[in-house]
């Protein structure tokens, strides 16, 4: 989905390597049949792995 795409190369462009909170809305135009528009929103974060504990 370009939306979701778009968002991740955006996180990466900040120089981050996740996206957390995602939202998606949609909507569809009454101005053209079968057109719908997704927006997709969220958090852009670095994630680290979880360290091991001792």
Excluded: F, H, Y
């Excluded at 370009?2 to 569809?28: P, Q």
């Excluded at 852009?44 to 979880?50: G, R």
Aim: avoid cysteine.
């Amino acid at each position: 989905m370009k939306a979701i795409e778009r968002l991740r190369d955006k996180a990466r462009g900040l120089g981050t390597n996740a996206a957390v909170g995602l939202d998606l809305e949609t909507s569809d135009l009454e101005l053209q049949a079968g057109v719908v528009v997704v927006s997709a929103t969220g958090t852009a974060v670095i994630a680290e792995p979880e360290s091991e504990s001792p």
